[in-house]
Nanobody
Framework: QVQLVESGGGLVQAGGSLRLSCAAS????????MGWFRQAPGKEREFVAR????????YVADSVKGRFTISRDNAKNTVDLQMNSLKPEDMAVYYC???????????????WGQGTQVTVSS
């Protein structure tokens, strides 16, 4: 059982930065792949980034590659998403999620946070 709580969303101007955080509960946190997803109004939820349980491997979607960085601290049971050079098209609700596998598909993630809003003004 893993419970996830997200924070760090807010309003920024295009070109600015935000850092999202996800705090997890559960003693098995380190064995889970953690992912970030986002969903804009009227659009499907899309994969953003993932990181292995050990933090040794990361993968980000092409749409955010070079701008977003995912990281985790298993001692603190947290996973972060550093977002730089934000664009209006990045505006969405961002969710963190936990999976038993190193995957990108949302339907393979077992636990989800409540989401945090990221708004980017042009």
């Amino acid at each position: 059982q893993v419970q996830l709580v997200e924070s760090g969303g807010g309003l920024v101007q295009a070109g600015g930065s935000l850092r999202l955080s996800c705090a997890a509960s559960g003693r098995t946190f380190s064995m889970y792949t953690m992912g970030w997803f986002r969903q804009a109004p009227g659009k499907e939820r899309e994969f953003v980034a993932r990181i292995t349980g050990s933090g040794g491997l990361t993968y980000v979607a092409d749409s955010v590659k070079g701008r977003f960085t995912i990281s985790r601290d298993n001692a603190k049971n947290t996973v972060d998403l550093q977002m730089n050079s934000l664009k209006p098209e990045d505006m969405a609700v961002y969710y963190c999620a936990a999976s038993r596998s190193y995957v990108s598909s949302a339907n393979m993630y077992d636990y989800w946070g409540q989401g945090t809003q990221v708004t980017v003004s042009s």
